[in-house]
Nanobody, 125 residues
Framework: QVQLVESGGGLVQAGDSLRLSCAAS????????MGWFRQAPGKGREFVAT????????YYADSVKGRFTISRDNAKNTVYLQMNSLKPEDTAVYYC??????????????????WGQGTQVTVSS
């Protein structure tokens, strides 16, 4: 099995920055993607960003492009989401996910088999 543990959420003001972390442990895979998704109250889970572990290739949702950066630390098996210029509409529970079946990138929730417990990000105006 795979365990994903997120951290770094919190309450910030519009324009501030936050960095989320997600540490992976347990079963290992040779090729996989790790992604960040978010879910606001009353809405479905939506794609934010993804990184393909072996190449470092990244892909972002249009709503966060230029403001958010996904990165990885191979030695720590950790993926990060640096969030700058936060907006109230970024308020959501943020989830990290691991997709061993993904090749390249995927923005589809069902492509990811393992999920963290989520961390709350609240941006006040």
């Amino acid at each position: 099995q795979v365990q994903l543990v997120e951290s770094g959420g919190g309450l910030v003001q519009a324009g501030d920055s936050l960095r989320l972390s997600c540490a992976a442990s347990g079963r290992t895979f040779s090729n996989y993607a790790m992604g960040w998704f978010r879910q606001a109250p009353g809405k479905g889970r939506e794609f934010v960003a993804t990184i393909y572990w072996s190449t470092g290739s990244t892909y972002y949702a249009d709503s966060v492009k230029g403001r958010f950066t996904i990165s990885r630390d191979n030695a720590k098996n950790t993926v990060y989401l640096q969030m700058n210029s936060l907006k109230p509409e970024d308020t959501a529970v943020y989830y990290c996910a691991l997709g061993p079946r993904v090749r390249g990138f995927s923005a589809v929730v069902s492509s990811y088999d393992y999920w963290g417990q989520g961390t709350q990000v609240t941006v006040s105006s």
